[in-house]
């Protein structure tokens, strides 16, 4: 499977996990609203009853309460919607073996390295799937021919590489890149999924 398809198929996975998580959390908050909007207008008949200037401000003041714990539920559930999604998502990538793994791999040292020269620092328990093949691959592809190494020692992380080149590092963990992504998609989901 070539690159640009993996890259394709995570893309569209990744869409259509998003639009479902999305219409889950639309669902979840209307859900929500009929709850508290109920619980509203219960209180809001209540303090009708009750007479003069105390009734009135009582009620301003509890129907402010009311709304504010609406609010705060809301976001709660969202926050909890948002992180499940990138829940899912981190252990789908971290889930990719064998030569899915290797292509993104290939592709994230590809786009990040910058001499094309660095020493490749597996994750822990994994050095043995960066074989002579999979170098002879990443040192074509990259521009201007490469001259990419397997370091002797591996890292403490799980999933990803570092590459090393004197005192410079370029960390290709899950971790590092998952946040590195989260950081630039995270407004944009926040705005749809906050709009609603």
């Keep these: 499977m070539s690159i640009e398809k ?10 259509a ?14 859900a929500l609203s009929a709850r508290y909007a109920s619980r509203a207008e219960e209180l809001g008949a209540g303090l009708k009853s ?6 009135a401000e009582e009620k301003r003041r509890l129907i402010v309460s009311e709304q504010l714990e609406l609010r705060k539920a809301e976001l709660v559930g969202k926050r909890g919607i948002l992180s499940k999604l990138y829940d899912d998502a981190r252990k ?6 064998g030569d899915d793994y290797l292509a993104l791999i290939r592709l ?4 990040r390295a910058i001499s094309g020269s660095e020493e490749i620092v597996p994750a822990a328990g994994q050095t043995a799937l960066l074989s002579s093949d999979f170098l002879s691959k990443l040192n074509g592809e990259n521009p201007g021919g490469g001259k990419f190494t397997i370091a002797a020692d591996e890292g403490t992380f799980e999933w990803g590489v570092v ?12 971790g590092t890149v998952f946040d590195q992504v989260m950081d630039r998609i995270e407004p944009e989901v926040a705005a749809i999924l906050f709009q609603l």
């Excluded at 789908?92 to 073996?97: D, F, K, P, T």
Aim: hydrophobic content about 45%; aromatic content about 0%; proline content about 0%.
């Design 50 to 55: 009750r007479a003069g200037k105390k009734a």
């Design 92 to 97: 789908n990538i971290a889930s990719l073996s």
């Design 108 to 111: 994230l040292i590809v786009s």
């Design 163 to 174: 590459l090393r080149e004197g005192r410079r590092t370029v960390d290709l963990s899950l």
């Design 6 to 15: 993996i890259l394709s198929k995570i893309d569209e996975d990744s869409r």
């Design 17 to 30: 996990a998003v639009e479902a998580a999305l219409e889950r959390a639309g669902e979840d908050a209307a």
